[in-house]
């Protein structure tokens, strides 16, 4: 059974402060997938990587795919009330439709 | 597009009635997958289906679950009896059948069975 084990589950900073979320899996995947879910909404796919050592940028979040495919990073620059939410990762392997969720890193940004 | 859509978005009932979520999948989209998201276990598959058809089953609790798509832009899932430990919310998502196999989720239903 594949897991991914995202950290921290909860995460409580103030505004204009940096943050690191990680995702991590002893498994490799095709490919990552980063989603937000906001209260009372689904999850809303951010961004996905999908080769090993891959880099994306949105604006003030920047997406990293490890070199093995083993696991990811989000890091957010300056952060704020907006952010918040809970980000879940997600990996797919091979030609399996499905995808692999991780139990995700509830994020609040205080004003 | 109009995105993924979920109905009803809250439900209410009590225990032992018949309950069915429906989702109608973006266009276009093969895949279709039920989850149950609730805090302790966050987000489960339930089941998936690609063009229409029932591919895996696993995560469904239990025999009182059950899932159609009868046809590409329509699926229902039926909750008969429905039990309180039943209560969370329920989320459709859809994707294309070719990598990376990106899923669009709907807003959900939130179902309470008191």
């Known amino acids: 059974t594949q897991l991914l084990e995202q950290s921290p589950q909860f995460l409580s900073i103030q505004e204009g402060e940096n943050l690191t979320v990680y995702c991590n899996s002893s498994?490799?995947?095709?490919?990552l997938q980063w989603y937000r879910q906001e209260p009372g909404e689904g999850p809303v796919l951010l961004v996905t990587?999908?080769?090993?050592?891959e880099v994306k940028k949105l604006k003030r979040l920047t997406f990293q795919f490890g070199d093995a495919r083993k696991d990811s990073s989000l890091h957010i620059t300056a952060a704020q009330p907006g952010d918040t939410g809970l980000y879940l990762c997600?990996?797919?392997?091979?030609?399996?439709?499905?995808?692999?969720f991780g139990k995700g890193t509830l994020l609040t940004v205080n004003p | 597009d109009a995105g993924v859509i979920q109905s009803p978005r809250h439900e209410v009932t009590e225990m032992g009635q018949e309950v069915t979520l429906r989702c109608k999948p973006i266009?276009?989209?093969?895949?279709l997958f039920w989850y149950r998201q609730t805090m302790m276990r966050g987000l489960e598959l339930l089941i998936y289906f690609n063009n229409n058809v029932p591919i895996d089953d696993s995560g469904m609790p239990e025999d009182r679950f059950s899932a159609k798509m009868p046809n590409a832009s329509f699926s229902t899932l039926k909750i008969q009896p429905s039990e309180p430990r039943d209560s969370a919310v329920y989320f459709c998502?859809?994707?294309?059948?070719?990598?990376?196999?990106?899923?669009?989720f709907g807003p959900g239903t939130r179902l309470t069975v008191t």
């Open positions: 997600a990996g797919a392997s091979g030609s399996n439709y499905k995808l692999t």
């Open positions: 498994s490799v995947f095709s490919s």
């Open positions: 998502a859809s994707s294309q059948t070719r990598g990376p196999y990106e899923q669009y």
């Open positions: 266009s276009g989209h093969n895949s």
């Open positions: 990587v999908v080769t090993g050592g």
